[in-house]
C-alpha cells in the first residue's frame, strides 16, 4: 500500500484563513502585463474577491511598487491593505499616508527625473519614464527592440541615481529610481504580519522586487510562521524567483483560481498550478 502523499498547503491556508496574512503583488499577478504600464487593470472579479478574502482572512494586503493612489484607484476595496512604493505610502481611510522622511527625497527624485528625461540614450531608446511622486521608473516594455537597449538604459539609470543619493530596483526590463529608504517587499510583509498578528503567510508575485517578499517569508518561518511562497508564472517569470518558490500557479488567472479556493470556506484547491519542489508546503 503506497503511503499519502504530502498534505495539499492549499487546503491548510483555506483553514486557518482567519490567522493567515496574504501578501499579493499587482502588476502580473492581479493583473495582467500590458504594454502600456499605466492601461494595467485586475482581472475581471478580483476586486470584488478580494473583499471577500478580506472577510476571511487576518489580513489582506496589496503590496506594489506602484503609488498607493494607483492601487486604490483600481483594487480599492473595504477591508483590503494598500502599500504603495514598497511600503513608503499606505493608503488609510482612503487617504494616502507617507512617511515625512521619505517626502524630503522628493527633490532628488525630480532631479534625476529631469537628468533621465533629458539622456541621450534614454531619449535615443524611446523609453517610458514613470513618474511616480517619489520615483522614477524607466520602462522599455514599450520599445520594440528592447534587448538592444537594456545594458546602456540600466547604466543610465544607475548614473542618474547616483548623482542624486538614490537606490535603483530592477525589474522586468524596468529599472526604479526611489530614495534609499531601507524598504523594499519583504519589510512590508513583515509589517502585515507583525499588525495582524497572523500565524500564517501567503506571499504571491511574480518580479524580482518580490523575490524580498519570499525571503521575509522564510525568515519568519525560521520565527515559528507558517509560510507559503506562491510565484506566478509567465514567458518573463524569473528563473530565481520560480526556484525559490513553494508553489506556481500559471499568470494572473492561477492566482485569481487559487484565491478563489481561499473565498470558499469549503476551501477546495484549484486545478490549476503545481509545488516546483516534492517537499513544497507551508
Known amino acids: 500500500m503506497s503511503a499519502a502523499g504530502p498534505p495539499d498547503p492549499r487546503r491548510e491556508i483555506a483553514r486557518e484563513a482567519a490567522r493567515t496574512a496574504l501578501c499579493l503583488d499587482f502588476d502580473g499577478t492581479l ?26 482572512f487576518a489580513a489582506v494586503a496589496l503590496i506594489s511598487g506602484r503609488p498607493a493612489a494607483y492601487l486604490l484607484e ?14 513608503v505610502e499606505e493608503v488609510v481611510d482612503r487617504r ?7 517626502e524630503a527625497a522628493r527633490p532628488a527624485v525630480r532631479a534625476a527625473l529631469a537628468d533621465l528625461g533629458a539622456h541621450p540614450t534614454v531619449v535615443e531608446s ?25 545594458a546602456a538604459v540600466a547604466s543610465a539609470a ?19 529610481l526611489r530614495p534609499p529608504t531601507g524598504r523594499d517587499k519583504g519589510s512590508a510583509v513583515r509589517q502585515v504580519v507583525a499588525e495582524s498578528g497572523a500565524r ?3 506571499v504571491v508575485g511574480d518580479d524580482l522586487g518580490d523575490l524580498a517578499g519570499f525571503r521575509a517569508a522564510d525568515a519568519l518561518a525560521a520565527e515559528g510562521i507558517r509560510a507559503l511562497k506562491v510565484a506566478v508564472r509567465s514567458p518573463e517569470s524569473p528563473a530565481v524567483l520560480l526556484d525559490e518558490a513553494d508553489f506556481v500557479v500559471d499568470g494572473p488567472e492561477g492566482v485569481r483560481a487559487l484565491l ?11 486545478s490549476v498550478g503545481m509545488p516546483p519542489r516534492d517537499d513544497a508546503g507551508p
Not at 74 to 87: C, F, N, P, S, T
Not at 137 to 149: E, I, K, S, T
Not at 161 to 176: I, Q
Open 31 to 56: 493583473a495582467p502585463i500590458v504594454p502600456d504600464p499605466e492601461t494595467a487593470m485586475p482581472l475581471p472579479g478580483v476586486p470584488a474577491l478580494l473583499a471577500r478574502l478580506a472577510r476571511r
Open 74 to 87: 483600481r483594487a480599492g476595496v473595504e477591508g483590503v491593505r494598500l502599500l504603495g512604493l514598497y511600503g
Open 96 to 102: 494616502v499616508r507617507l512617511d515625512p522622511e521619505v
Open 126 to 150: 524611446g523609453a517610458w519614464l514613470e513618474d511616480k511622486g517619489l520615483a522614477v521608473v524607466v520602462h522599455l516594455r514599450r520599445v520594440a527592440d528592447p534587448g538592444r537597449w537594456a
Open 158 to 176: 544607475r548614473e542618474a541615481a547616483e548623482r542624486h543619493g538614490l537606490e535603483v530596483l530592477p525589474g522586468r526590463l524596468v529599472w526604479e
Open 200 to 202: 500564517f503567510l501567503v
Open 260 to 270: 478563489e479556493s481561499w473565498a470558499d470556506p469549503a476551501g477546495r484547491p484549484p
